[in-house]
């Protein structure tokens, strides 16, 4: 991950977090998406653009 942007997206679950999250990654950033639900959909959607995933822990996801 050395040199890549991280992005720390709350909200990430579902809507409007859920959609920044994916643009984020789609821009090439790391993502760390977070949530009272689980994301594991947006976890799912965000691997399917090769951008890397990470737990709010920092391990991956």
């Not at 990430?12 to 594991?40: M, N, P, S, T, Y």
């Amino acid at each position: 991950m050395s040199g890549q942007s991280v992005a720390l997206v709350t909200g990430a679950a579902k809507g409007i977090g859920a959609a920044i999250a994916l643009r984020l990654a789609q821009a090439g950033f790391a993502v760390i998406a977070c949530d009272i639900e689980d994301c594991a959909e947006t976890r799912g959607r965000i691997e399917e653009t090769g951008s890397e995933v990470l737990s709010p822990g920092g391990y991956r996801s």
